[in-house]
């Protein structure tokens, strides 16, 4: 199991409250992601007023793109939406239904985006699934160092209920053959 919820800065409890009701949301959303071939991870970006900006599921497998992970999407789409390749003017928060991976973390730096919150940690998810999340600093503390806030392990419960029943039912675990 992985601690009680992680943070770098201070917790605030009206930021985890707000998080743990989106998080739960997106859970709640993601069979049907699955259902119509998404991988089992979601994730959305909203902007300081609450307002969504965009929202998507990963779809490495159904668009065969192995970049296409859900934060990568909604970054794309978000980058889409505003225009911009830089984000970091619009202090957006992304929200996703487990820990970012490797590529992730460095797709979420060059973004701009100002706060990651996220649901299952990847020790987590690696032990449920089977998915590799790479090798990974202490990133939690080297966002901080860049000013991106980051809270973790939000929701895990529901998290992890959705991962279980994505192998249960026979979805498609991909990570390339290793010799
Ligand atoms: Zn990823």
């Keep these: 199991m992985c601690a009680d919820i992680l943070s770098n800065e201070k917790i605030d409890q009206q ?7 989106i998080i739960t949301e997106l859970q709640t959303q993601m069979p049907q992601y699955i259902a119509n071939g998404s991988g089992p991870f979601l994730a959305a970006i909203f ?21 296409n992970h859900a934060e990568m999407n909604a970054i794309k789409a978000a ?15 992304l929200y996703v239904t487990s820990e970012p991976c490797i590529m992730c973390l460095g797709g979420i730096m060059w973004s701009g985006i100002k706060a990651v919150y996220y649901g299952v940690c990847s020790k987590r998810v690696e032990e ?4 590799d999340e790479g090798f990974k600093p202490d990133w939690l503390k080297e966002f901080k160092k860049r000013g991106i ?31």
């Design 15 to 21: 930021k985890l409250k707000k998080a743990t009701q």
């Design 79 to 93: 980058e889409k939406a505003l225009n911009t390749y830089d984000l970091s003017a619009h202090n957006l928060s």
């Design 128 to 131: 449920i699934t089977g998915f």
């Design 47 to 67: 902007d300081e007023n609450g307002n969504l900006i965009a929202k998507e599921a990963n779809s490495v497998v159904n668009e065969n793109c192995s970049h």
């Design 149 to 179: 806030t980051v809270y973790g392990n939000i929701a895990s419960e529901i998290g992890e209920k959705v991962l279980f029943d994505y192998v249960k039912n026979g979805h498609k675990v991909y990570k390339p053959q290793r010799s």
